[in-house]
């Protein structure tokens, strides 16, 4: 099970931290995306690292913003938002896969990850 937190409302340059937290099963060695959904839209990747090497892909329109990493004491995947901005405003999915594709393979939307948390609300106000 993943579960994420860390959502909430934020000023337009604002900056969050979302954590996803695995239970049941240790992250170590799962590659993890992040991913957001706004209503009307289609999900789009945001972030993620490989499993294996810790490599990281981002979609263009938050390199430099955000930064997705992960702590093995804690089990948990972390993705660091700063500067953020309105379109930033969804919801924020992590996923967990226990292959071996590059990063930029599990960024993308059809990537069929092993599990999926919830979601966390993230609102950028403009």
């Known amino acids: 099970q993943l579960v994420e937190s860390g959502g909430g409302l934020v000023q337009t340059g604002g900056s969050l931290t979302l954590s996803c937290l695995a239970s049941?099963?240790?992250?170590?060695?799962?590659?993890i995306g992040w991913f957001r959904q706004v209503p009307g839209k289609e999900q789009e990747s945001v972030a993620c690292?490989?499993?294996?090497?810790?490599?990281?892909y981002y979609r263009d329109s938050i390199k430099g913003r955000f930064t997705i990493s992960r702590d093995k004491s804690k089990n948990t995947v972390y993705l660091q938002m700063n500067s953020l901005k309105p379109e930033d405003t969804g919801v924020y999915f992590c996923a967990a896969d226990s292959g071996d594709a590059g990063a930029r393979t599990l960024c993308t939307v059809d990537y069929a990850f092993d599990f999926w948390g919830q979601g966390t609300q993230v609102t950028v106000s403009s």
């Open positions: 049941g099963f240790t992250l170590d060695g799962y590659s």
């Open positions: 690292i490989r499993g294996t090497t810790d490599m990281t």
